[in-house]
């Protein structure tokens, strides 16, 4: 089954204390990119990455560091987290950054 | 910066009535997608109009993309409680840029 996965889907955390959530796709999309969802806010992009290796900022990179060590995952890491990145995350893979998205089913972060 | 601005942001009916969502873009869009987020869900994809003044139908959807392609709006014919959630727009100003979406617009049915 074609999908997009994340892990884990819900984490209450400190701030100060690194994480990793994890993605991966099984769909050989070369475009993966994260988002984060706040109400009223809808969608906005963190981070892209067009390729292995090859990865760039969204509209809302601050707080955030991703890597593409392979072409099915790519992770998502809060180095220091803070309050303010409490919210909704997704990953979502593509063929191509202009088309169609596959979503993962999300993760839900807090920040205390 | 480029936008696409979307409304209304809650929309409440009744079961049986008609919805819109309309979608406003700042630049011309290469295309535009339309997707479907359930309460507690992630955004599922719905559809994609690339032809200026393009009508497409999905059952009781129907989906257009302005002759300028800077607007696109998703009209629902009597609405059932299981089109309940928020729809998103989304279009790339060319087709080697990203994707800019709307905020979405919040289906409710009144009990």
């Known amino acids: 089954e074609a999908q997009v996965t994340q892990n884990p889907r819900y984490l209450i955390t400190v701030t100060g204390k690194k994480l990793t959530v994890t993605c991966s796709q099984n769909?050989?999309?070369?475009?993966m990119s994260w988002y984060r969802q706040d109400p009223g806010l809808g969608l906005r992009q963190i981070y892209y990455?067009?390729?292995?290796?090859?990865?760039d900022k969204g509209d809302v990179p601050e707080g955030y560091k991703v890597s593409r060590k392979e072409k099915r995952n790519f992770p998502l890491i809060l180095e220091s987290p803070s309050p303010n990145q409490t919210s909704l995350y997704f990953c979502?893979?593509?063929?191509?950054?202009?088309?169609?998205?596959?979503f993962g089913p999300g993760t839900r972060l807090t920040v205390t | 910066g480029q936008q696409v601005m979307q409304i209304p942001q809650y929309q409440h009916v009744q079961e049986g009535e008609d919805f819109t969502t309309y979608c406003n873009s700042s630049?011309?869009?290469?295309?535009i997608q339309w997707y479907k987020q359930r309460p507690g869900g992630h955004p599922v994809f719905l559809i994609q109009?690339?032809?200026s003044g393009e009508v497409k139908k999905q059952k009781r959807l129907t989906f257009q993309f302005g002759e300028a392609k800077k607007n696109s709006s998703l009209h629902i014919t009597a609405t059932q409680t299981t089109d309940v959630g928020t729809y998103f727009c989304?279009?790339?100003?060319?087709?080697?840029?990203?994707?800019?979406w709307g905020a979405g617009t919040k289906l409710i049915i009144k009990p």
């Open positions: 979502a893979s593509s063929q191509n950054r202009a088309y169609e998205q596959y």
């Open positions: 769909m050989n999309h070369e475009y």
């Open positions: 990455s067009m390729n292995v290796e090859v990865t």
């Open positions: 630049t011309t869009l290469s295309n």
């Open positions: 109009l690339v032809k």
């Open positions: 989304a279009g790339p100003p060319d087709s080697n840029y990203q994707l800019i």
